[in-house]
DNA sequence: AAAGTACACAACCGCCCGTCC
DNA sequence: CGGACGGGCGGTTGTGTACTT
């Protein structure tokens, strides 16, 4: 194994490092200072990644670094800065010097997850968020929504779906608690909330992201941001190389208003959750292919891939007359960010089986459109009533537009 | 006491974006 | 404009420990 002049064709070692690999690492940084991460696997032995040498350095091995927990002290000053600030790790650091923000990130997630278990606010004292603030503490808990009593309504509907407590409650209905234990279902939340809301102001079809630039990066990441696949497919370019092509095309074509796929596409089985081995998207028109794209993207993002999400889908159970929901056993981080991959089990006896909307088939249903169950509250019988047959119009209408369903009773 | 399970925490990876050249 | 690189951060994975059976 040589380091000379092969060193693009040898493979990158992973995982955990070695202490040998820490030492000489520290030697690089001793002889050639700090940066320039990438001339490491050409001036060393160590063949690991640019990326990963520095976050070894920065996050371990760096001279200045504090060891040891968090003090009393700096996490009333994580907590302070958290209110203030929102999760910035990155800007976190400068106040707590020794901690790194990935440090500072996984002492406020294990703490809020400690926290919202013994039911305590993550703030101590009365501290309020602004309201800019507000929409990226998504971990803000009931008692210190109401502490910041001047939030708008958007924002405390949000908080409310971020908080730990009871979404659904109403009569006839069984208590559902959305426990959220782990930040990316924070997100997903997030997103449904955003897109699907019928309490938010905007329930117009508002995409999930504003700008023009953004707008198109999801389409065209949905089926790019398995990175390494298409590194396989095309030898003799690095990823990095890909990464750069891409968003140059992306930025480019948003510019132009044009579509990221000028053909018809068909995307990878492992993208589309393939149950029946069919192919659906060939006949789509641009906008249609773009929507598919968006709707993978925000699976991708969310942490799951769609075997996972079809496997652990909020349902619907068949209880008395009322539909209610249920995680179906799994884990509450896997609870499907996607309303449309929604379980229904009927509670008309005639249609007692379960059924699955594969999210894959063509005109999927718009995010504004879909009645999600993780968002209905219900103060009384009649909006229970009303969200119920809500839901059950909108699945007779997929099943009008001949959505496919798949029966898994 | 041993095996199994759940949980906490640390460490790492991958995606995205900005900046520089 | 495009390539290289660094940085931020969300999310996942691996490992150690506590608890239960």
């Known amino acids: 194994m040589s380091n000379s002049n092969g060193s693009d064709t040898i493979k990158l070692k992973k995982g955990a490092w070695s202490l040998h690999e820490d030492a000489i690492l520290k030697e690089y940084v001793r002889k050639y200072g700090e940066g320039n991460w990438d001339d490491v696997k050409k001036k060393t032995e160590l063949f690991r990644c640019g990326k990963s040498c520095r976050l070894r350095w920065l996050n371990h091995l760096h001279p200045d670094l504090k060891k040891g927990s968090i003090t009393r002290e700096e996490e009333q000053k994580i907590v302070e800065l958290h209110a203030k600030i929102g999760p910035k790790w990155s800007l976190m650091v400068q106040e707590l010097p020794g901690r790194t923000d990935n440090e500072i990130k996984n002492f406020w997630n294990i703490r809020t997850r400690k926290r919202t278990k013994l039911g305590l606010p993550l703030y101590d004292q009365i501290i309020k968020p602004h309201d800019h603030e507000l929409n990226v503490n998504r971990e803000c808990t009931l008692s210190n929504k109401e502490q910041a009593d001047?939030?708008?309504?958007?924002?405390?509907?949000?908080?409310?779906?971020?908080?730990?407590?009871?979404?659904?409650?109403?009569?006839?209905?069984?208590?559902?608690?959305?426990?959220?234990?782990?930040?990316?279902?924070?997100?997903?939340?997030?997103?449904?909330?955003?897109?699907?809301?019928?309490?938010?102001?905007?329930?117009?079809?508002?995409?999930f992201m504003t700008n023009a630039t953004e707008s198109y990066q999801p389409q065209f990441q949905g089926c790019n941001s398995k990175c390494y696949k298409i590194v396989e497919e095309l030898p003799g370019r690095r990823g990095n190389e890909i990464d750069n092509y891409h968003n140059i095309r992306t930025k480019k074509r948003a510019r132009a208003s044009l579509p990221l796929y000028d053909q018809i596409i068909n995307l990878c089985d492992f993208e589309l959750n393939d149950i029946?081995?069919?192919?659906?998207?060939?006949?789509?028109?641009n906008q249609h292919q773009a929507h598919v794209s968006q709707q993978v993207h925000k699976s991708d993002t969310h942490g799951s891939n769609f075997e996972q999400l079809s496997n652990s889908c909020a349902s619907i159970s068949n209880s008395n007359t009322s539909p209610t929901l249920s995680s179906r056993g799994a884990m509450e981080s896997d609870l499907s960010p996607f309303p449309e991959c929604l379980d229904f089990q009927s509670s008309d006896e005639s249609q007692l089986h379960s059924y699955s909307l594969i999210h894959k088939y063509p005109l999927l249903p718009l995010?504004?459109?879909?009645?999600?169950?993780?968002?209905?509250?219900?103060?009384?019988?009649?909006?229970?009533?009303?969200?119920?047959?809500?839901?059950?119009?909108?699945?007779?209408?997929?099943?009008?537009?001949?959505?496919?369903?798949?029966?898994?009773?």
């Open 150 to 207: 001047d939030v708008s309504h958007e924002v405390k509907f949000k908080n409310d779906i971020f908080s730990r407590k009871c979404i659904l409650v109403s009569n006839g209905f069984e208590p559902f608690h959305a426990s959220i234990t782990q930040p990316h279902f924070s997100n997903m939340l997030c997103n449904n909330v955003a897109n699907t809301s019928p309490t938010l102001t905007n329930t117009d079809e508002t995409p």
């Open 276 to 285: 029946n081995g069919e192919t659906c998207l060939d006949g789509l028109s």
């Open 367 to 409: 995010r504004s459109e879909i009645p999600h169950p993780m968002i209905l509250e219900h103060s009384n019988a009649n909006q229970m009533h009303s969200s119920e047959t809500r839901l059950k119009d909108w699945l007779m209408k997929m099943e009008r537009n001949q959505f496919l369903w798949r029966k898994i009773n």
